[in-house]
């Protein structure tokens, strides 16, 4: 019993990954999972072969294009006198848009503001417009665009699932069909490492859907530098700082003074020991040939 069961569940999974693989266009899938419903459904027919004879090449290149799934990111950096204000302005266009701020920070120095960084979301149809209000708010220092297509990836999870279901299915029907306990624990086994699959792929499909349909900016806002002008100094402040640099140079030298003495008076003295005995003998001797 135990051998005819993993028979069945292996004919099932073999039995819905064939049925699942000319699934796998781009049009079905996109069209049933890609956060643009209207594009994506109105592309279908013409990515699966069907397009209208009336339209022509052309409209089907525009349709497959539009069924695309891509993930799309900006950052921009403005130079303005006030960062913060900017800011707060490209966090209201982006509401009205349809979007939302995550997250920002804001760096100070001395009571000023030196830049200011939010992070945007927005409708992935209210990108290109909002990109081009948030250029008129300061001006542009750096901008970078990217883009990732991950409709391969969108239809391939989606075709996983599927086929995942479907073995979900036939799996719940051996279980009603198995009597032995030891079928009953290993069909259970193989249920719940499904059904954890199916979690795994549901899982990437939402943050698929999500980053596809939410486009995000990246918006950095800094302060222009400020140059640097010396501050005009008095007479009465240049004669003291005169004098302090004066009475540092005095210190400096009174301590180098100090430092030469405590190295010359112990050599001094070292010296002084060692020479008066020979100075002695020496003039002793010098007495004694004289006497002789």
């Not at 009336?54 to 921009?76: H, K, M, Y």
């Not at 804001?106 to 409708?123: C, E, I, K, Y």
């Not at 542009?140 to 969108?154: A, H, K, M, P």
Request: charged share 20%; with cysteine.
């Amino acid at each position: 019993m135990s051998k005819y069961l993993w028979f069945l569940v292996i004919c099932a999974f073999g039995c819905s990954a064939a049925r699942e693989a000319p699934a796998m266009a781009p049009s079905a899938s996109v069209a049933a999972e890609a956060p643009a419903a209207a594009p994506v459904e109105a592309a279908a027919p013409a990515m699966a072969g069907g397009a209208d004879r009336s339209t022509g090449p052309l409209a089907s290149a525009q349709a497959v294009e539009s069924a695309r799934a891509v993930i799309r990111n900006a950052s921009l950096q403005l130079t303005h006198k006030s960062p913060e204000g900017v800011t707060e302005q490209a966090t209201v266009l982006a509401r009205a848009a349809g979007g939302y701020a995550l997250d920002g920070t804001t760096q100070t120095a001395g009571g000023s503001v030196l830049s200011s960084m939010v992070v945007l979301r927005v409708p992935e149809p209210a990108f290109e417009e909002l990109l081009v209000a948030v250029r008129k708010l300061a001006a542009l220092r750096e901008e970078s665009i990217t883009g990732q297509d991950v409709t391969d990836e969108f239809v391939d999870t989606e075709a996983r699932l599927r086929a995942l279901r479907k073995l979900e299915a036939r799996l719940v029907g051996l279980l009603e069909q198995s009597a032995r306990l030891s079928d009953l624990l290993q069909v259970e086994q193989e249920v719940a490492r499904v059904n954890g699959e199916i979690e795994r792929f549901e899982g990437r499909l939402r943050y698929l859907r999500e980053r596809t349909r939410m486009a995000t900016i990246t918006l950095t806002v800094q302060a222009p530098e400020q140059p640097y002008v010396p501050a005009h100094e008095s007479i009465a402040s240049r004669l003291k700082n005169a004098f302090h640099a004066g009475t540092e140079v005095s210190v400096e030298l009174l301590e180098s003074g100090i430092v030469v003495l405590g190295f010359v008076l112990p050599a001094s003295c070292a010296f002084g020991l060692f020479a008066a005995p020979v100075v002695w003998i020496m003039k002793r001797r010098r007495r004694a040939l004289a006497a002789g």
